[in-house]
């Protein structure tokens, strides 16, 4: 494909089948394509051949393409025609060194660029030519060739017949050229970051055939390509090495940088038990890695393909500048062929018809329409995807502009979603004994209250003995320090200690009731006949939640906080993260008709979440924030997926949205704004061909530079 209007064709032409819809992409030069299941995938390549294209599917796990054979290309025939078309300007433009014969030389200078310099331009044309279609290669093709033939004609019909073009269909093919070259590689640069994706992943793996928990050196190490690595698989992975697929670790401990996956530069501690995830860098010790996910279905190629998916989407703005360009080509022809004859019938000089008339050929390419939204796209979503947000599509930026509202989930998005220790209350015992002895009897259960309490219990040495769970209430057991001394305590709910014999003073019940009302869980701990103290366990905010709130508010955004949670709970947490408005108690349907409450003022709605619970308001949200760290049910209902889950970058994706939609906005208009001048002055003569060329490529490369400033976001 060379421009916009060839991309819009390919994609009339596939949606035409039955059952078929398809985007194609000219920037990234693709085509996402659905169809029916079991549709013979054959008649869609056939009908972009049928179009005058071709088109292949890409391979899983082809090895990455070294170099561009298109940009060098372009990179050959640039250099050739610029060598001949300098010394032809100077030829024909600086009349003291013009000699008997030098319009001969100038022939033999510009014949090789408006030739094979201009190939790409004439071959594609008439490809297109055949297929009955028009581009703006037909445009460029159109007018080099006008701009020669004239000029031939003038050489042949003797000298003082006419002005020669020569100089002009020469500059024209060479900035062109320059342009095209440019643009490509912008483009490459713009789509780095899916590349590079693309290229993280390690290409082989040292398994191990025979290694076993009990016997960790069994077996011989040999090393594979990652394609051949089955799920169960272990490897071992040295310090420095990529890991070469997502797994779970079974021996060693290390470091691991994760910075291709979710953007945070501080590796993360990695042992025993610990997911890790294919394609990052083992910066530490040596890891023994049993595979979880591979190929296609490790985190990685995921990520990659939800990028690449992405910037192959359309913003509602770019699929108006495709229906545009499928139509503008043929009205520019009308309007030069007009061009020529007005000029002709005003002035008589034909000369000057022709120099009018190829000049809107040339100023009128529309490629710069193709390249507005595309560019920007490739290059925000890239960059999103370096600082660890994955945009699903251009749909998700537009929804971002119009949002006024934030609404957040508490667990797992405004708090870690596991219960921490956050208070001890002691009324008849020391605060640090009453946390000994409920750590020390309840590290005999698997309760997430009682591992928050038994995880940072100061640690004796005690043991527990004829230990009993009481579910739904609490535990019972003798605890037995290092010295001898035996205590049978009680730990759990008032109603266990008064049934086993405690007296809870009235400090207690008061303490019990302060931390009911603050949402926290709250267990008492006793011995020898009465309740000694009371230990606080709950779901602790997000370090940064609050300043990632008030980052919101400066956005202009009005955060609420949606849960399921407890009212109680809910205004506790609402209350230390900076939000006013509160709606809990709500369970996933209750969630979706909040959601709709917030949205029935025309208001525009975003919703954060990471659960199972948060999939349908997810869905339901005009933009669905979905946590890395949740559910897949959460991240496939998210128009936007923050992989690292930091609830700061929230206001990240929000501001790179608005960026990425205000860098194609300003594209379109830029655009558009080009067309609609320079038509006019090239109708009237006012605008020299080679000037239109000039300004034609630099319009193109312009565009593709403001997209590519998204690269430098922060």
């Not at 055949?130 to 093709?141: E, P």
Request: net charge negative; with cysteine.
């Amino acid at each position: 494909m060379t421009c916009a209007s060839c991309a819009h064709r390919i994609e009339r032409k596939l949606t035409k089948l039955e059952g078929v819809t398809a985007s194609v992409n000219y920037a990234t030069e693709t085509a996402h394509v659905t169809a029916p299941v079991g549709y013979d995938l054959q008649r869609l390549l056939d009908t972009v051949s049928a179009a005058g294209y071709g088109a292949s599917v890409p391979e899983p796990d082809a090895e990455p393409e070294d170099g561009d054979p298109v940009l060098a290309g372009y990179a050959r025939r640039l250099v050739v025609s610029a060598v001949l078309t300098v010394p032809l300007v100077v030829l024909s433009m600086v009349m003291p060194l013009q000699f008997p014969g030098w319009t001969w030389v100038a022939l033999v200078l510009a014949a090789p660029v408006v030739t094979w310099g201009a190939w790409p331009f004439h071959r594609a044309a008439v490809l297109g030519a055949r297929h009955g279609a028009t581009t703006m290669d037909t445009l460029v093709s159109l007018g080099v060739t006008a701009s020669t033939v004239w000029s031939v004609a003038v050489l042949v019909s003797g000298p003082d017949s006419g002005h020669l073009y020569l100089e002009t269909a020469a500059v024209i093919t060479t900035f062109l050229l320059a342009g095209r070259w440019l643009e490509r590689r912008a483009r490459r640069s713009a789509g780095a970051a899916l590349r590079s994706l693309l290229e993280a992943g390690a290409r082989e793996a040292t398994l191990l055939p025979g290694w076993s928990q009990e016997h960790r050196e069994d077996g011989v190490e040999r090393t594979v390509p990652v394609a051949e690595l089955a799920v169960d698989d272990v490897v071992l992975v040295r310090p420095g090495q990529q890991l070469p697929t997502d797994g779970v670790v079974l021996s060693g401990a290390s470091a691991i940088d994760a910075s291709v996956i979710t953007g945070e530069s501080v590796p993360v501690d990695a042992g025993p038990g610990d997911e890790v995830v294919g394609g990052t860098l083992n910066v530490g010790g040596r890891l023994v890695v049993r595979a979880t996910a591979v190929g296609e279905q490790t985190r990685l190629a995921q990520l990659a393909r939800m990028v690449e998916e992405a910037q192959t989407g359309k913003a509602a703005a770019q699929r108006l500048a495709d229906r545009i360009s499928g139509v503008f080509v043929p009205v520019v022809l009308v309007i030069a062929l007009a061009t020529l004859v007005g000029w002709v019938a005003l002035t008589g000089d034909l000369g000057s018809a022709v120099t009018a008339a190829v000049a809107v050929l040339v100023v009128a390419c529309p490629c710069v329409l193709g390249l507005a939204t595309p560019t920007a796209l490739v290059a925000g979503t890239g960059r999103g995807a370096q600082l660890g947000i994955l945009v699903r599509g251009p749909e998700a930026l537009e929804a971002a502009r119009a949002v006024s509202v934030v609404a957040l989930d508490k667990t797992g998005t405004l708090t870690t979603g596991r219960m921490s220790l956050v208070g001890v209350v002691a009324a008849s015992a020391e605060a640090v004994e009453v946390h000994r002895v409920a750590g020390a009897l309840e590290s005999a259960s698997d309760h997430p209250v009682a591992r928050a309490i038994a995880e940072d219990r100061p640690v004796d040495g005690a043991r527990v003995e004829d230990f009993a769970d009481r579910p739904g209430h609490g535990v019972v057991g003798t605890v037995v320090s290092p010295d001898g001394t035996a205590l049978r305590a009680v730990v759990g709910r008032p109603e266990l200690l008064e049934r086993e014999g405690l007296t809870i003073s009235p400090v207690l019940h008061t303490a019990l009731d302060a931390s009911r009302e603050q949402g926290r869980t709250a267990v008492l701990v006793g011995w020898d006949g009465e309740a000694r103290g009371l230990l606080e366990v709950a779901d602790t905010v997000r370090d940064g939640a609050a300043d990632a709130v008030a980052e919101l508010r400066r956005l202009g955004l009005r955060p609420v906080l949606l849960t399921g949670d407890h009212e109680a709970a809910a205004r506790g947490v609402a209350a230390q993260v900076g939000i006013d408005e509160v709606v809990a108690g709500v369970v996933p349907e209750e969630k979706v008709d909040a959601v709709r409450r917030l949205q029935s003022d025309g208001t525009g709605v975003a919703m954060v979440g990471d659960g199972v619970n948060d999939a349908a308001a997810l869905a339901t949200a005009d933009l669905g924030i979905a946590m890395g760290t949740g559910t897949d049910a959460a991240k496939q209902a998210g128009d936007l997926v923050l992989v690292r889950g930091d609830l700061a970058v929230v206001a990240d994706a929000v501001r790179l949205s608005r960026r990425t939609l205000g860098t194609i906005r300003a594209n379109l208009f830029w655009a558009f704004g080009y067309n609609v001048a320079a038509l006019p002055l090239a109708a009237l003569g006012l605008l020299n061909p080679m000037i239109a060329g000039a300004a034609m490529a630099a319009s193109s490369v312009c565009v593709v530079a403001n997209s590519l400033r998204l690269r430098r976001f922060r």
